[in-house]
Nanobody
Framework: QVQLVESGGGLVQAGGSLRVSCAAS????????MGWFRQAPGKERDFVAA????????HYADSVKGRFTISRDNAEDTVYLQMNSLKPEDTAVYYC????????????????????WGQGTQVTVSS
């Protein structure tokens, strides 16, 4: 089992940038595909970005493509989400998620694909 702890959320003005981090512990992080999801009040949890355990394969939701970048540091057991050109509609609680996988290029985009979740970090973008 892996434990996930997000950090780095906060309040930022529209057009600004923020980086959220997710620190993992408990198992071999480098064999876990990782994902970022977000959930706004009254809405479902939505996919944002995913990265394979090798870091060589990434995928983004259309709404964040070109603005957000997912990356990972397997030596530090951490995955990052760099968010640029933030918009008020990016306001949400951001969650990281992990899934053990045997394929170094596999990525997953569904909430049900991930058995392990962090507690979330709030990102608020003011207009």
């Amino acid at each position: 089992q892996v434990q996930l702890v997000e950090s780095g959320g906060g309040l930022v003005q529209a057009g600004g940038s923020l980086r959220v981090s997710c620190a993992a512990s408990g198992r071999t992080f480098s064999r876990y595909a990782m994902g970022w999801f977000r959930q706004a009040p009254g809405k479902e949890r939505d996919f944002v970005a995913a990265i394979s355990w090798s870091g060589g394969n990434t995928h983004y939701a259309d709404s964040v493509k070109g603005r957000f970048t997912i990356s990972r540091d397997n030596a530090e057991d951490t995955v990052y989400l760099q968010m640029n050109s933030l918009k008020p509609e990016d306001t949400a609680v951001y969650y990281c998620a992990a899934r053990s996988t045997t394929g170094n290029t596999y990525i997953y985009t569904g909430v049900a694909d991930y058995p392990y979740w962090g507690q979330g970090t709030q990102v608020t973008v003011s207009s």
